[in-house]
Nanobody
Framework: QVQLAESGGGLVQEGGSLRLSCVAS????????MSWYHQGPDQERNEVAR???????IYEASVEGRFTISRDDAKKMVYLQMNHLRPEDTGTYYC???????????????WGQGTRVTVSS
């Protein structure tokens, strides 16, 4: 079983920065892609950044140039550096990892519990 724990959310003024972190724990799995999702108030959960095994990153248009996703495979961690934050970035951020489960020999997705970000104007 894989578990994810996120941290780093909070209250910040418009234009400020936050860094989110997510660590995976468990046994018998290999991480491939790692992602961050944003869910605003009364909105669907949308992927804002993804980093592939090897480091290639993809961003949703609204965060391109402001957010940076990175990973530390040795620590099983993924980060999201969020700069120039806007009120519309407010919401809950979830990390998701796509793993190869070595016991079941299949790919699986795991989600964190979410961390709340509030950007005040």
């Amino acid at each position: 079983q894989v578990q994810l724990a996120e941290s780093g959310g909070g209250l910040v003024q418009e234009g400020g920065s936050l860094r989110l972190s997510c660590v995976a724990s468990g046994r018998s799995f290999r991480i491939t892609d790692m992602s961050w999702y944003h869910q605003g108030p009364d909105q669907e959960r949308n992927e804002v950044a993804r980093i592939k095994l090897g480091g290639a990153a993809i961003y949703e248009a609204s965060v391109e140039g402001r957010f940076t996703i990175s990973r530390d495979d040795a620590k099983k961690m993924v980060y999201l550096q969020m700069n120039h934050l806007r009120p519309e970035d407010t919401g809950t951020y979830y990390c998701k990892i796509h793993v190869w489960d070595m016991l079941s020999e299949r790919y699986k997705d795991y989600w964190g519990q979410g961390t709340r970000v509030t950007v005040s104007s």
